[in-house]
Structures are given as structure tokens and as C-alpha cells.
């Protein structure tokens, strides 16, 4: 690694640590932002290392510019530990936020009822529903409608609405099968993934009963 990208280590060991650390401290106007890309880059790989990166830029922190990135971070490196509570906790905080911030915005709005929705976390369903159809405007991209219809569609086979969750599940398996975004110079981004195949064929399988 560089030594430009010292604040982007993708694992960790004292020897890093310590020459993180050593930078850090000589850093002046972008040391909030170069300790959030660090623990963004570190968290899906060492998520307890994450973790307190976090607690240090919010004990340390100079301004909030990098506050819902950091937190997204958080919420990598809780999934990473499988604290799916943990990471929903966080999601909403992060919505909280864009609330307060209209201006900030992430994908949590259906990062979080997909969570919800495809783990049955029973209890945040309503929860999840209604940031569905608070932020619905905010659709872009075609795994963000993935999610957003994927959501409602199992919430609501879950709450045994099969006709209204069959229509959410077509919708999704539309954008499931898309193949470009609606960017010229993007086609490649935000379509949905292999990750989500199980899901997929799952909402195949509702839309087509």
C-alpha cells in the first residue's frame, strides 16, 4: 500500500495500527475524514477493529460531515459480527438523521425493512413500512426498488396479504431481472446482485403462484 492510502487498510495488525495512529495525529482539517474512510474500508474485514475506530471519531470528532458515514460503517461491522439487533438499532438511527438532515442521505431507507423484511423482525415491521412509503420518492436505482418492493412483499406474506404481496413481488422480480440503471454513464451500477438470489427466487416463486 502507498503511502497515500495509509488511511485505507483493508486489514489490520499493531504494526498498522500504530503508523495509522501516528499519521492520524499529524493530520489537521481532514482527521474526521480520513479516521471514517479507515473504518469504512476495515469493516467488513476486521468489524471489532472497526468498531472502535468509530468510538474514536465520535469521541474526537471535529464537525458531523462525516457522522451517516461513519455510522453505515457501523452498521457493516455489526452485520460482519452477525448482530443483525445491533445493526437495525443503528439503521434507524441513521434514518433519524436524514430526517433531521433531508440533505444526507443513504440507502438505509431499504437497507433497513429489507433486513427486517427478509430476517422477520416481526416487531419493526410497521416501523419498516412506514419508511418505505416516506422515502418511496427517493427511488433510483433498480436493486434500491429491488429492495423496496422485496420488502413489502414479504411483510406482507407474512401478514398472510397474499394478493397485494404477489403484486410487490412481480415488481421486484422486474427489477431483479434489469440490466442497466437509468445513468448513461452508470449502466453497471445499482443493479441487484448475486447475493440476493435466495430472495429472488423466493419472490419468483410468490409471483407466479
Known sequence: MSGDDWFRNKTWNPRIEKAFFEKLSRARSQRDQYLAIQAIEIAPHKPKTALKLIDHYFETRKNDFDYVRVLMAKVDAQMALNNEVEAISVYKEILER????????????????????TRKYEDEYDSA??????????????????????????????????????????????????????FRYHRGLGLVGKEHKPVVKLLIRMATE
Do not use: M, Q
Not at 433531521?100 to 431499504?110: G, I, L, S
Not at 433498480?142 to 420488502?151: D, I, N, Q
Open 129 to 182: 413500512l412506514e419508511i418505505l412509503e416516506t422515502r418511496k420518492d427517493d427511488l433510483v436505482w433498480p436493486v434500491s426498488r429491488f429492495k423496496w418492493h422485496a420488502s413489502y412483499a414479504l411483510i406482507l406474506f407474512h401478514r398472510g396479504n397474499n394478493s397485494k404481496a404477489k403484486e410487490h413481488a412481480v415488481l421486484a422480480t422486474e427489477s431483479a431481472r434489469a440490466k442497466r440503471s437509468p
Open 98 to 117: 436524514e430526517a433531521e438532515f433531508p440533505n444526507t442521505k443513504t440507502n438505509a431507507y431499504v437497507d433497513y425493512p429489507y433486513l427486517v423484511a
